[in-house]
Structures are given as structure tokens and as C-alpha cells.
């Protein structure tokens, strides 16, 4: 059963500092990988999707990659700032025979201080 | 203005009552779906529908129900039989089921 785990579940960081959000999974047979913000008490908004063909993805001040053999992505925020704070969800698309299934991280709570 | 809207944002209701959430997109996606959230388990698939008239139940449909009668809405019924229906819930679609899901808003259900 594929799990997805992403640590650490918070971090603090002061504003300018470069960072990474880890994202691990169990299971390398994905279709894509998609990481999302969550603002408290809001919806999700899609940040970034890789494709299980792809290495990275870059917009803005944020690159996500991905290495599907060691079951592993990453997401770089350059240059934090204050307006970053949020959860980060990663969240990994399967195929199987009952269809496709987004399976969800616990995300990473940032917190980027001024 | 395209996207996904949720309606209401905060809903409250007494137990044994069915609720229904709304649930409307205008973005033309064929796939649509169901979660819940709740303090420290992520998200979790109730249902979701691939096209007009069909869906299929997610890790915890129990409790649950939807209807795909048009493309842009899918409605979900929480029954009194689900057992712990206080939580977030959150509406997404797609343009296929394979593609980028996009989230509305959330509703803050409250059953007390």
C-alpha cells in the first residue's frame, strides 16, 4: 500500500532563508507527483505537478524534483518570506485496478518569521 | 471567473440529520471528487466521479453519499450514519483522472 510521509511535520525559519520540504514515498510506480499549499481553514492550491518522466519542475521562486527510484521529492523555497507560511502538502497519483487514487502527505507546516 | 466553489463555508447541524454539501465547478473537467480532513490525518477520498453518472467510492464512503447528475456538480449527503461526520470537507476536480486536481474552498461541517 503506497504511504507517503513528509518530514519535518513544522519548521521555522527566518525571512531570506532558502529551504526544503522533504516528501518520501513507498511505492516508485506513480504517475505524477503534485505539491499543494494550504492556507489554515482554506482549500488547497496546487502548486507544482511532476510527471513520473520528469526530474523537476520550477515556478517562481519554487523547484520541486523528483527521483521515483529512491522514492523521494523535494521542495526548494528561495528567499522565504513571511507570506509563505502555510502547510505543504505532497501528494503522489496512482493506477490500479480499482482506478486512480491521489494519496496525501500530513504536510509540513512553515512558519517563516519577519 | 473559472474554478470550484464550495457552499456553505460553515455548516452546523444536530446529529441524526442529513446534510448535503455543495459542490460546483465550471472548469469543463470531467473528474470530480470528495475529501475530508481532519487534525493530524490528511486527506482522505470519500468518493469521486469520473464522468456524468457514474463515481466510485473512496477508503471511507461509508456514511457517505453523491449524485453526478450534471458535469459541473457533484453533491455529497453526509447520512446519520456516518459515525464522526465533524470535519473539513473538500471538493476537487480534474480534467481526467489522471490529471492536476484543483480544490475549492472547504466546508467546516459541525455535527453536534
Known amino acids: 500500500k503506497q504511504e507517503v510521509t513528509q518530514i519535518p511535520a513544522a519548521l521555522s525559519v527566518p525571512e531570506g532563508e532558502n529551504l526544503v520540504l522533504n516528501c518520501s514515498f513507498t511505492?516508485?510506480?506513480?504517475?505524477?507527483l503534485q505539491w499543494f499549499r494550504q492556507d489554515p481553514g482554506k482549500g488547497l492550491t496546487s502548486l507544482l505537478l511532476i510527471q513520473s518522466s520528469q526530474r523537476e519542475q520550477t515556478s517562481g521562486r519554487l523547484n520541486a524534483s523528483l527521483d521515483k527510484s529512491s522514492g523521494r521529492s523535494t521542495l526548494y523555497i528561495a528567499a522565504s518570506q513571511p507570506g509563505d507560511s502555510a502547510t505543504y502538502l505532497c501528494?503522489?497519483?496512482?493506477?490500479?485496478?480499482?482506478?486512480?487514487?491521489?494519496?496525501f502527505g500530513k504536510g509540513t507546516t512553515l512558519s517563516v518569521s519577519s | 471567473d473559472g474554478g470550484i466553489t464550495q457552499s456553505p463555508k460553515y455548516l452546523f447541524r444536530k446529529e441524526g440529520q442529513n446534510v448535503t454539501l455543495s459542490c460546483e465547478q465550471n472548469?469543463?473537467?470531467?473528474?470530480m471528487y470528495w475529501y475530508r480532513q481532519d487534525p493530524g490525518q490528511g486527506l482522505r477520498l470519500i468518493y469521486y466521479s469520473q464522468i456524468v453518472n457514474d463515481f466510485q467510492k473512496g477508503d471511507i464512503a461509508e456514511g457517505y453519499s453523491v449524485s453526478r447528475e450534471k458535469k459541473e456538480s457533484f453533491p455529497l449527503t453526509v447520512t446519520s450514519a456516518q459515525k464522526n461526520p465533524t470535519a473539513f470537507y473538500l471538493c476537487a476536480s480534474s480534467l481526467r483522472d489522471i490529471n492536476e486536481q484543483y480544490f475549492g474552498p472547504g466546508t467546516r461541517l459541525t455535527v453536534t
Open positions: 511505492d516508485s510506480a506513480i504517475y505524477n
Open positions: 472548469l469543463n473537467h470531467d473528474a
Open positions: 501528494a503522489v497519483l496512482i493506477i490500479n485496478q480499482a482506478g486512480t487514487a491521489l494519496i
